[in-house]
Every structure is written in structure tokens, then in C-alpha cells.
């Protein structure tokens, strides 16, 4: 209950300083990069069954967080690997959640979801509140946040805000992207609306991106979703990979608590993804994917694999993406 | 296998031919309206749980297939209404899917996803293909088709028109859809990309709307993957509820299958969704879903409700809207 009460990016913000860190562990559980041994565990017991595979995440999604939560402050659970498998992957999804909060780390759902009306009220109550008329016995957990698509406009995401704000979660807009085909349709150039910016605008009429017209809009929406830390509950996913886009919106939006993606694997390091931040390097996680959660598979982590043992490669991969964040954060 | 190889729009205007019809319903299984003996029924069972919500999901739906079939070529499942109740949600949702191929309706997924890369190789696997490394022993149903957002660019679009190709499947990518804030972003004013047209296109380097250009995209997407019907298998989201706007995209996309929402609750009726369709009435569904699914609580439908049995009710809907649609295209 308490958690209801409190703002989803106080929160997060709040754990941030506690643990020194900015490192989100982006969990994308790709069967094919799994340890061999541990599938093949279940597989031995279930055969090449759904059940097999859901097993396989949970005792991989377990072990990641164990290894990880002393240096991570959040964690982004992708949604697609688990739904792959059907009823099964959904349960080890929810139980996942479970663990990761009982870990102490914030959960970022990334599901991308983006509908309208009441649709859209159906998907919060599933991943940010509780199911319709079953609140009292809800047996899942609701993550802290959820990624969520713009496209559908004013009806796709004031569900999603309302929930925030009754029920202290937050969600994450897709602003720019961190995949190379992102500027297809987010760096169209568009004639900036005057109607959105309610006059105040400086570059109403004039020309922008249709990613900065975006992220006036989730300025807009985070009005009245404010915390004690300076953010609001409507961030935006900003890619590490576009620095100077970051920078962008970093200035046009200095109330927003950003996600950035695109670390390590993806081709940003510590001196990208710096813009993004706020000033005193706050307002903002940086999330690594295979980076992290595969480290044992890849140099210079891979010799600290021995056996089934992969926690220490990925333990001290995140330590290390901690370090390179907090040196160039300070300097 | 034999689904495999066919194509998937050919698939669906065969049988829109053969049953004389472009009726699409929507199966969005909200609990609150769903009729209240058949809910409680299993509330005394098992509680207010999520196996009781989707146990009346599961016969709601199968039921409503059976009196829709006679009238409908194909049925739109709303994955949100699913999802909110977890894995026994999900199990319902596969479920439903095999019970309306079986009942020989089309199935589409509206499950509205959109991520880039290998997550959304792994969506298509989960909604259209078969899981990774499990093929043998799929256990979920395909959908025939999945709604699909275009905002993340190439890679959140191209790993799904694969499916389509390699599996005789289709994707549907939201264009203009029909709530009233639509417009936010889809009808943005934008300079027309040179690049994306070729040089073709008459448009290009003028002002456009924002849809016009994913409209753009989504002929781009679909060439290679036409079927005999004179159709390709990426289809796109056309709201009925802007017949102008309808008009103007099936002038821009005379190879592209619409999927037409907005019909009767939402306000469009045959008059207006008749501007979606190609010559000759091919080349769209129309889909309803209130306004079938629960035509028993409401006008002229309501007095076919008796005791428990909906499905006269439902049935005259959807009867009523075939033939309301098939005057309109042949007038």
C-alpha cells in the first residue's frame, strides 16, 4: 500500500543515490544465448515443451537479478521473450517481477503497448494495477513502469497517465529509438503544432522533428505528475546512441526522467549517454541488455565462466557499467 | 502446412467471397459487460480469481463464435482484455484462437505490437509463427494476422513482414485509426520524404499528413508480397470514422487490404466506411465489436435476450451489419 502512495520516479530516484548507480539491467531472455546446460536441464525433465522453456527464464531471470542487484537500481523485463511462450511464459514473467522487486530493484515492464479507451485501461490495469473486479485477490505483480507507444495520440495514453498518478507508477513514451531505421518516421520533418504548446512554444509554426513534437507532448502529460526529486511520472525513452538528440531533448524536457537505451551492445558508451542526464547526473537510467545478462559469453567476461557459473561474469560486468557511468557522470 | 504456403489476404477474400461478406468482430471480452449470470457461474466455482474471468471469457467467446460464423469472414481478438488476466488469460486468448479457425473464421491478433530487432522476431514468432526451438511442438494456434505500430522504422516492421512471407501471414500497421485524438500525430503537416519514394512519387518534397507517409511505407513493405486477389499481406489500420481520409489512402494504396474499425459504436456506418473499400467491394473488413458482441444490451437487440441466450441477439447484429454492408457496396 505504501507504494501506492509514493511517486514511481521519487523512488526510483531515491534507490539511484541509495546504491550509487544508473545502471538498468535490461533482462531479454533469447533462448538461443541462455547457458546450454541449464536449458537443456529442463528439457531433460519437460521435453521441448513451453513449460521447458518458461522454466529455463525463471531460474535465468533469478540468477541474473541475484548478480546484478548490488549494482543495479532497475531492471526492464522484455515482455516479447516471455509471451513467446504462451501461458507458461506469462507465469514465469509475473513470478520474474516478483523477485526482481523482492530484490529491491525498480521494474520497468517493456512491453511497448500503445491502444486506446478502454483498451488502454485494460492494459495498465494488467502490468501497472490490478485486474478489473479482481482487485482483492490479484495475485500479480505490477511493475513500477511500462514503455508505451505515442502513435494513437491523446486516447492511447492518458489511460496509462491516470493510472500513474492514482496508483504512484510511472510510464515511458517512446520519444527517439536507439535502432538505425528510428529516424525513418521519428526525424520526419513536421511543421510544429501551435495548438500543443499552448503559445508558449518558441518554435510554434516553425519547423522540428516529429520525435521533438513527441516530446512536447510528454512534457504536457507530466504536468501535475511531479515528484520531490524534480520529475515527472511520463518519461521518455531517449536513445544513448543519438547524443545530440539527447542533449536536445534533454534541454527541452528538464522535468523528464529518461530511459536510455542503446548501451554497450548497441554502440554507446559512458560519454554518450551523459547527455541524457540532468544536471548533477540525475534524471535518467542507462539500459544494458546482452551486454549484461550475456557477459559470460562474450570477452573480457567470458573467462570468469566456469561451468554453470555465470554470475560472476555478469556481476561484474554491471559493477563496471556502474563505475564507467558514476566517472563520467562526476567528470 | 497447407496454411502455410497459401497467402494470407487471398485466404481472407476467398472467404469473404465464398460467405458473401466483410463483416470483422471484435471479440473485446470486457468483464463488466459480459453477460452477469454466466460470469457468476464461475465466480461460485472458483472465486473472484483470474481462472473464473477467463473460464467466462473462454465460453463467452466460443459461443459468440458460433452464432457470429454464419455472417462473419473474420474476428479481431483485443489481446488487452486477455492479457490483464494473466497466464489463465492467455490460455483463454490461444484457446479462442483455435476455436474460431475451426469455426472458419480469419483471426486477428489486435494485440498492437511494435518493438525493433530480435524482439520483434520474437513477437511474430509468438503471434504468427511458432516459438523458437519448440517448432515441433507448438501448442498455441496462430493468429492469420497481427496489428502492428509503425513508429520504430524499418526494424520494428521488416522482421514481421518476413513472417508473413515465409508463413502466409499478414500484418495490419495502424495508418489512421479512429479515436477523435487521432490527429495528435497522424495528421501532423510533414515535408514528404524524397528518399522513401524513389523519386516516384508525385508528392514528394511537399507538405503531407503524417499518415500519408506510413501509408507510403506500408506500399513499400507490401511489394513482393501480393497475392492473386490483387492484394498484399501488409494491410493497413484505416479508421471508418474519416471517409476522406479513407478515400485519399485507398487512391494512395490500391494494392493494400484495409482493416476498417469504427463501425457502428464508434459511429461510422456503411455510407462511410464504403470509401475504404476497392472496385468491386474486395479489398477491406469492417469490424464492430460493442455493437455485436453485446447487441443484447442494447436496442433493437435487446428484446432477443431471454434468460441466458444471447446469441440470437448477437447473431441479428451481425446479420444486420452484413447485409447493411453489401447494400451499401453494391449501391
Redesign the interface.
Known amino acids: 500500500m505504501e507504494r501506492t502512495a509514493s511517486h514511481a520516479i521519487d523512488r526510483l530516484e531515491a534507490l539511484c543515490r541509495e546504491k550509487q548507480t544508473r545502471v538498468c539491467v535490461g533482462l ?1 531472455p ?3 544465448e541462455l547457458p546450454e546446460e541449464l536449458v537443456q536441464r529442463y528439457v531433460r525433465r519437460w ?4 513449460e521447458a ?1 518458461a522454466a529455463a527464464f525463471r531460474e535465468f531471470g533469478r540468477r541474473v537479478l541475484e548478480a546484478v542487484a548490488p549494482y543495479a537500481a532497475a531492471v526492464k523485463l ?1 515482455s ?2 516471455y ?6 511464459g ?2 514465469a514473467l ?1 513470478e520474474t517481477i516478483r523477485l526482481a522487486r523482492a530484490a529491491g530493484l525498480w521494474v520497468i515492464l517493456d512491453a ?9 485501461e ?2 495498465s ?2 502490468y501497472l494495477g490490478e ?4 482487485g ?2 490479484r ?2 505483480p505490477a511493475a513500477d513502469a511500462l514503455t508505451v ?8 495514453l492518458l489511460p496509462f497517465v491516470e493510472t500513474c498518478r492514482c496508483r504512484g507508477r510511472a510510464v515511458f513514451v ?1 520519444v527517439r ?1 536507439s ?8 526525424n ?4 510544429w ?1 501551435e495548438a ?1 504548446s499552448g503559445g508558449q512554444n518558441p518554435g510554434a509554426g516553425r ?1 522540428a522533428r ?1 520525435y521533438q ?2 516530446a512536447e ?1 510528454v512534457a504536457e502529460l507530466g504536468r501535475g505528475g511531479r515528484g520531490r526529486a524534480g520529475f515527472t511520472d511520463v518519461g521518455a525513452v531517449v536513445a544513448g546512441t543519438a547524443p545530440q538528440e539527447a542533449a536536445h531533448l534533454r534541454a527541452l524536457l528538464p522535468e523528464t526522467f529518461f530511459l536510455v537505451p542503446g548501451y554497450g551492445a548497441q554502440g554507446a558508451g559512458p560519454a554518450e549517454v551523459k547527455a541524457a542526464f540532468a544536471p548533477g547526473g540525475t534524471g535518467a537510467v542507462v539500459n544494458s541488455s546482452r551486454g549484461l545478462i550475456f557477459a559470460y559469453r562474450r570477452e573480457p567476461y567470458r573467462e570468469l565462466y566456469r561451468g554453470e557459473e555465470f554470475e560472476p561474469a555478469v556481476a561484474e560486468a554491471a559493477r563496471q557499467m556502474r563505475d564507467e557511468l558514476n566517472a563520467a557522470l562526476k567528470g
Open positions: 531479454d533469447r533462448l538461443a521435453g521441448r515443451t513451453r522453456a522484455q516479447a521473450f509471451e513467446e511462450y504462451g501461458p507458461a506469462i507465469a509475473e511497448k503497448r500503445g491502444d486506446i479507451g478502454s483498451t488502454a485494460a492494459y490495469r494488467a485486474p478489473e473486479l479482481w482483492k485477490e495475485s500479480a507507444h505515442p502513435y494513437l495520440g491523446e486516447e492511447g517512446l529509438t535502432n538505425p531505421g528510428a529516424d525513418r518516421l521519428q520526419l520533418p513536421v511543421r503544432p500543443a519547423e516529429l513534437v513527441v507532448w
